[in-house]
């Protein structure tokens, strides 16, 4: 299983799905998002299900502004945002048991992908004014080969937005 390549569309759009994951549940923002500079941190792993070798992927950061409208707007994670990111890539996904409790959310997706793949994807997530995580367990299915790949992302409010920041 080449889990770099399957894991490489994957990771692609996660720093795009996570700069806009966080959507609006009727929570107010102020008790979940402080608008200001985020440090986004992301530790990836993969395993091969025949050979079971774990392997490190990536460890990537980046460092974004979170203006206060989008805070108002977005205050909060949703699976929603997960699935049209990946059916924008061709994939069928369906999710189901999404449960939320502040500070807290998890939800299911499964996913059948345009190149014939197919990934189950269990997310958990917590949101506080300061910090942010989420846990992504993947079972991956790619040219007949199933894996493992894990996505651990974490973020910390970190202060005052620089010009040099991109901004949401």
């Known amino acids: 299983m080449n889990t770099a390549t399957t894991f490489g569309k994957f990771h692609r759009l996660r720093w795009a799905t996570l700069l806009l994951a966080f959507a ?23 395993q091969g299900a025949k050979s079971g070798a774990k392997k490190n992927v990536s460890e990537t950061g980046s460092t974004i502004c979170l203006s206060p409208e989008f805070v108002e ?3 909060f ?22 449960q939320r409790k502040d500070p807290n959310a998890s939800w299911k997706m499964a996913c059948d992908l345009a190149d014939g793949g197919h990934v189950d994807m269990q997310v958990k997530s917590m949101v506080s004014p300061k910090k942010m995580t989420m846990d992504f367990l993947q079972h991956v ?3 007949g080969e199933p894996g493992t790949v894990k996505v651990l992302t974490t973020a910390i409010f970190i202060g005052e937005c620089t010009s040099e920041m991109p901004v949401q």
């Open 24 to 46: 609006s549940t009727g929570a107010p923002a102020a008790a979940t998002m402080t608008s200001g500079a985020w440090e986004f941190k992301m530790k990836v792993t993969a």
């Open 73 to 75: 707007k977005e205050p």
């Open 77 to 98: 994670i949703t699976p929603a945002l997960d699935q049209t990111k990946m059916e924008g890539m061709g994939a069928k996904c369906a999710t189901s048991d999404y």
């Open 141 to 143: 299915v790619h040219e």
